[in-house]
C-alpha cells in the first residue's frame, strides 16, 4: 500500500540538546495529523535519544550489510532495530558520490535489511551532467536493476527520487520533471515487480520547502518527501507536513 511520508534526514547537523528540544516540540504542531507519516534519521549517535520516547518514528542513515564482525564504525541491521529504528536509508547520494558506495554494495545492504524487517529508503537519482546529457533515466533504471536485483520481498520498500543537482542547492526540481521521473520509476517497477511498483510509495527529495510541497505533492506520483535542510527546525518540517494534508 502507497503511504503518504514526509521524513527528515538530518544528515550530520542538530546536538542533543536541539534533539531533545525537536523531541518535545514537534509531536504537538502535527498531532492532529494522522494520515501523513513522519520518520527523521537522525545521526546514529543520537539514536537513543529518539529510543526514549515512543510518539516519533526515526531510523538509520546508513547501515552495513553484515549483522556483526570487525567492520570498525560500522552499524548492523540489528543494531538499529535494537535501538528501535523501522527504516534506514540506503544509498543517498553522500553515499554514493563521497563514500563511494555502489549500486552493488547497496544491494547487499538492501537484502540485508529487508530480510531483518527494517524498512529501507532506497534514494536513486541522476547528477546534473547526466541529466543535462540525456542519460537521466538511463542512470536511474541502472539504480533500480542492479540495486533490486534478486529482490523479491518488496512489501517494506520504499524509494527516494533524489535528483543529485537538486539537493542542498535551493533548486527544486519543477513538479513535472518530477512526475516524470517519478513516472518512469513507477513504470520501471511494475516492470521489474510483476505490476506491484503501483503499491511502492516513492518519495520526491531535493530542496523541498513549504513553499514548494504543494505543487510537488500533487503530481500523480510523488507519494511524499524526504527533506534536509528544512526538516531540521520542528515548524518548518511540520509546515511541510500540513500542506501535504491538505491537498
Ligand atoms: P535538501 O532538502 O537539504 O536539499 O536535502 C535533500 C536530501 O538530501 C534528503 O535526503
Given amino acids: 500500500m502507497r503511504e503518504t511520508i514526509v521524513a527528515g534526514n538530518w544528515k550530520m547537523n542538530l546536538n542533543s540538546l536541539s534533539i531533545m ?3 518535545k516540540d514537534f509531536p504537538h504542531l ?10 527523521i534519521f537522525p545521526s546514529s549517535v543520537y539514536l537513543y535519544l529518539f529510543k526514549e520516547q515512543n510518539t516519533i518514528l526515526y531510523g ?3 547501515v552495513h550489510f553484515e549483522e556483526k564482525g570487525a567492520f570498525t564504525a560500522e552499524i548492523s541491521p540489528g543494531m538499529l532495530r535494537d535501538m528501535g529504528c523501522k527504516y534506514v536509508i540506503i544509498g543517498h547520494s553522500e553515499r554514493r558520490h563521497i ?3 555502489n549500486n552493488d554494495l547497496l544491494n547487499k545492504k538492501l537484502i540485508s535489511v529487508l530480510n531483518n524487517n527494517l524498512n529501507p529508503i532506497y534514494c536513486i537519482g541522476e547528477t546534473l551532467e547526466e541529466r ?3 542519460k537521466a533515466f538511463e542512470v536511474l533504471k541502472k539504480q533500480l536493476v542492479e540495486g533490486l536485483k534478486d529482490i523479491e520481498n518488496i512489501e517494506k520498500l520504499i524509494i527516494a527520487y533524489e535528483p543529485v543537482w537538486a539537493i542542498g542547492t535551493g533548486e527544486t526540481a519543477t513538479p513535472e520533471i518530477a512526475q516524470e521521473a517519478h513516472k518512469f520509476i513507477r513504470t520501471t517497477l511494475n516492470e521489474m515487480q510483476s505490476n ?3 503499491n511502492i510509495t516513492v518519495l520526491y527529495g531535493g530542496s523541498v ?3 514548494n510541497a504543494k505543487s510537488l505533492i500533487k503530481m500523480q506520483d510523488i507519494d511524499g518527501f524526504l527533506v534536509g535542510g528544512a526538516s531540521l527546525v520542528p515548524e518548518t518540517f511540520a509546515q511541510i507536513t500540513r500542506i501535504i ?3
Avoid: A, C
Avoid at 502535527?30 to 520518520?39: A, S, Y
Fill in 21 to 23: 528540544d525537536f523531541i
Fill in 30 to 39: 502535527v498531532e492532529d495529523i494522522t494520515e501523513v507519516k513522519n520518520i
Fill in 60 to 62: 538509520g542513515q546508513n
Fill in 99 to 101: 563514500f563511494g558506495e
Fill in 132 to 134: 543535462k546529457s540525456n
Fill in 196 to 198: 506491484r511498483g503501483e
Fill in 209 to 211: 520547502k513549504p513553499q
Fill in 245 to 247: 494534508r491538505e491537498d
